[in-house]
């Protein structure tokens, strides 16, 4: 995301001088680079104003240290103002014993989450992703279908919710105010500790729309009213936003299609427009591309220092622990088969695209830029071993010649790719041998976890009272 924005900032801080102090023609040529990168970015116009100002301000005089290039002093300044721009200094509106930064939560009964938007912003998909953020992360939602204008809205909330098996609480007509309360009431009664109520949008603002919303934020008293907006739209998005907020007592914006935006406009403009935090990020099409919105990652993703706590927090959700110990102990050991190498790739493609998760490491959102990445090789590496026996999978010595062809033409690919696969797979077992022969490192680091292992056991047997020369270990 933002691709454009962070190439022309990150060619700004390269024509910085690169010892010394902070001049003021270094940071005036600076200066007029960001500021055409923000409006280039379709940033408000007296945010980039306001932005530029701030920066200038305090970069000017700015002594660099011997060991830091004035280009990197200036980045920091700009992270810093970018974050507070987006939002850094907002105060999570949390109760006592919560955490979460997101959400209002209610300190009695089920949380109530209204969510308002215009046509096409994706708001009933957002509900849904929210729903299944939130159940992630042990809450149990209710999805309540209360957009009675769009044909088939209550169809596709029913549908999404049998997909991420959440309730949703739907009647075939009525007043949608009158279903919300019916719908808080009920989930008050089953045990449902949120609900998520997706409202009607409209083509644009109007007074109809406004008013059913507002009944409805009436009728039910709402802990937070989220504003779904497209961040494609640019400053189409943060108008809205503001019209919204004339007439709505908005509590947060969730952004959705950033994958697609690669200006950032709305990101960086509707925070100081309407005052209101961004709370949740929409990066893709999938039910699971819905992330918390921190604005000092998202300032470090813009200038192209990466995110890597938001990329380890992906990893964690798609990867299970368990597994992966297993296959690195496997790996070790030597007996890493083509089914464990399958379960990799499968662990690799849950992390989602890896254009997405791989700019999040420093450094490759500018390398890659606006390109896509090709993921079809995965894809043919699982066919290939989908194509294979059992016995073949554990035993990979087992493919001579006929049966790769038999292989290649079951996956649909060139014997080549099959040879490749094989190929890689050997190595990492003869890598690992290698490194864990006498002597060797990987060796050193599992007798190291042998013992870490054997020293847990023990304290296991002393804390059940049980003494190792009960069971013939000598005594202790």
């Known amino acids: 995301m933002f691709e454009s924005l962070s190439q022309r900032l990150t060619d700004a801080f390269s024509r910085l001088g690169r010892s010394g102090s902070l001049t003021e023609a270094d940071v005036d040529e600076a200066l007029r680079s960001i500021r055409t990168a923000l409006l280039t970015a379709d940033v408000h116009l007296s945010v980039v104003k306001k932005l530029v100002n701030d920066i200038r301000e305090r970069a000017v005089g700015e002594n660099v240290l011997e060991s830091v290039e004035p280009g990197q002093q200036v980045i920091k300044i700009v992270h810093d103002e970018l974050v507070r721009l987006m939002g850094g200094d907002d105060v999570a509106p949390s109760v006592p014993g919560q955490t979460d930064i997101q959400i209002k939560w209610a300190l009695k009964g089920p949380t109530v989450i209204l969510m308002a938007g215009l046509q096409g912003a994706g708001k009933t998909t957002t509900c849904g992703k929210l729903a299944r953020f939130l159940k992630s992360k042990g809450r149990r939602p209710m999805l309540v279908a209360a957009d009675m204008q769009r044909p088939a809205a209550v169809e596709q909330l029913k549908v999404l919710g049998e997909q991420l098996e959440i309730e949703v609480h739907w009647e075939p007509k009525g007043r949608p ?31 109809e729309l406004m008013d059913e919303v507002r009944d409805i ?23 809205s936003a503001k019209a919204f907020d004339d007439k ?18 709305a990101a960086l403009s509707v925070r100081a427009v309407t005052g209101k935090p961004i709370r949740f990020l929409g990066t893709g099409e999938k039910m699971d591309a819905l992330e918390p919105f921190y604005p000092d990652r998202l300032a470090s993703r813009i200038l192209g220092m990466g995110d890597v706590v938001s990329l380890v927090e992906r ?61 079809k090789p995965l894809r043919r590496a699982k066919a290939i071993i989908l194509s294979m026996t059992p016995a073949e999978r554990r035993d990979p010595d087992l493919l001579d010649g006929n049966r790769r062809r038999r292989v290649a033409r079951g996956a649909g690919v ?23 022969s006498e002597g060797g490192m990987m060796n050193k680091l599992m007798d190291r976890r042998f013992r870490k292992g054997k020293e847990k056991q023990l304290r296991e047997l002393k804390r059940r009272g049980i003494r190792t020369s009960d069971l013939g270990f000598g005594e202790g």
């Not at 099959?418 to 190595?427: A, D, E, P, T, Y």
Request: with cysteine; aromatic share 4%; net charge negative.
């Open 177 to 207: 105010p009158k279903i919300c309360q019916r719908a808080v009431k009920r989930a008050a009664t089953e045990g449902y500790d949120v609900v998520i109520l997706d409202t009607a949008g409209r083509l644009h603002v109007d007074r």
């Open 217 to 239: 934020a009436d009728k039910v008293d709402p802990n937070d009213i989220f504003l779904v907006l497209d961040s494609m739209t640019g400053q189409d998005a943060v108008n």
């Open 248 to 265: 709505l007592p908005l509590t947060g914006i969730v952004l959705t299609k950033l994958d697609g935006d690669t200006r950032g406009g």
């Open 315 to 375: 990893a964690q959700d798609a990867m299970d622990a368990e597994d992966v110990e297993e296959a690195a102990e496997k790996l070790f050991s030597g007996t890493f088969t083509m089914d464990d190498m399958l379960a990799q790739f499968e662990q690799v493609e849950r992390m989602g695209p890896m254009k997405e998760w791989l700019s999040m490491l420093p450094g490759m959102g500018a390398a890659i830029g606006d390109q896509d990445l090709d993921e």
């Open 414 to 436: 060139a014997m080549d790719e099959v040879h490749r696969l094989l190929k890689s797979h050997k190595q990492m077992r003869q890598m690992m041998k290698q490194l864990k």
